[in-house]
């Protein structure tokens, strides 16, 4: 069992997470889910297990989280979570990553409908992202950088975090519609 317990607003922001969490034995990643095994679901909150294995040395390990009961399954193409605050395990770089690791995908694929379904979930992601901004102000707040990482990147690069270039992006994505229906 993992020493801390991550608290996770859906699966999917789980495994999201997986994504773009480095491997404690090589640094490196991604990390691979294998199938999430619920150890606790009495109360509002289930504890959920997600084995992994890095993708790089291949070291098996695990992560913790707690995820609402009623997000414990992930549906393609819904929103990574209806809360209205940002995650409080993904910080605004890595979301803004996951977005291009997702549009990266999609370029890769010759399927037409999974490359609308990473397109909508690459917006969601942006959508995740602009939860950390303030009104008025174009750069996030130093407390929506927590990760190493995106700390380096906004201190090298702080134009990637502009929300009017997130906004500008976001507009280009496509919105689920009433006549699409995930699954």
Request: a neutral charge.
């Amino acid at each position: 069992m993992s020493e801390t317990v991550l608290n996770a607003r859906s699966l999917a922001e789980a495994h999201l997470y997986l994504m773009v969490t480095a491997c404690q034995k090589c640094g490196q990643g991604p990390l691979y889910a294998r199938d999430a095994v619920s150890t606790r679901t009495d109360g509002p909150l289930a504890l959920v297990c997600i084995p992994t294995d890095c993708g790089s040395c291949g070291t098996a390990g695990q992560i913790e989280f707690q995820v609402p009961r009623d997000q414990l399954q992930i549906q393609p193409g819904a929103e990574i979570s209806r809360d209205l605050g940002p995650s409080r395990i993904l910080d605004v770089g890595q979301w803004i990553t996951l977005f291009r690791v997702i549009t990266e995908a999609a370029d890769r694929s010759e399927d037409k409908f999974q490359v609308r379904r990473f397109g909508i979930q690459a917006s969601h992601c942006l959508d995740e992202a602009l939860k950390f901004y303030l009104p008025d102000n174009d750069l996030p707040p130093p407390t929506a950088i927590f990760c190493a990482a995106s700390r380096r990147r906004f201190s090298d690069h702080p134009e990637q975090f502009s929300r009017r270039r997130i906004l500008e992006i976001r507009a280009k994505l496509p919105k689920i519609s009433k006549f699409f229906e995930p699954g």
